[in-house]
């Protein structure tokens, strides 16, 4: 009877389910946002499409989390689509003066963090039935894991990488 109690509700997941959608919108925004900056200032060209794309997989995703959210009659929040703007068009500009290394650094730690909450969003849309939704959240994931890979492998052998894994705790295994 006490599992019973302590369970949480459907009310529970789609809370939780909505804010980590609202907050994957806007984080969207920056990623896509740093990305446009990140490609422009890339000087290879193979890199500069390959950000590229990963820019419009952002876009992509942000499309498909306002659709969601829509369905569920919920709406983005405006102050951190606001914040999150800023810090994109921040991040966007510094791209340009940061070098080559930190912005392939903290791009692939902040993938990182994308992946784990994809999955989380998804437990909450499977909580509710919502096979839909758990799908294309699995897919984004999926694709946070491909963006996160990439960036990882660009700094894997780079001679900052263990000065920065040893105070970020990210990076290649040694």
């Known amino acids: 009877m006490a599992d019973f109690v302590n369970s949480p509700t459907p009310e529970y997941h789609r809370k939780q389910l909505v804010h ?3 907050m994957a919108y806007s984080g969207e925004l920056a990623a896509a946002l740093a990305y446009a900056g990140h490609w422009r200032a890339a000087w290879k060209r193979s ?7 990963i820019e419009l997989d952002e876009w992509h995703h942000r499309a ?5 959210l829509h369905e569920l009659e919920a709406k983005p929040v405006a102050w951190r689509d606001l914040m999150m703007r800023s810090v994109g068009s921040i991040i966007f500009l510094a791209c340009f003066f940061s070098g080559w290394y930190m912005p ?6 902040l993938e990182k963090a994308n992946i784990h909450e994809y999955e989380e969003a998804a437990f909450h849309a499977r909580s509710l039935g919502l096979s839909q939704y758990e799908e294309i959240i699995k897919v984004f994931a999926q ?3 491909e963006h996160e890979q990439y960036f990882f492998n660009m700094i894997a052998n780079h001679w900052l990488t263990p000065l920065m894994k040893s105070v970020f705790h990210y990076g290649p295994e040694s």
Request: aromatic content about 8%.
């Open 104 to 109: 392939m650094y903290f791009a692939g730690r």
């Open 47 to 53: 890199e500069r499409q390959d950000i590229h794309r």
């Open 64 to 68: 498909s989390l306002l659709k969601m």
């Open 20 to 22: 980590i959608l609202q």
């Open 143 to 145: 694709k946070e894991i």
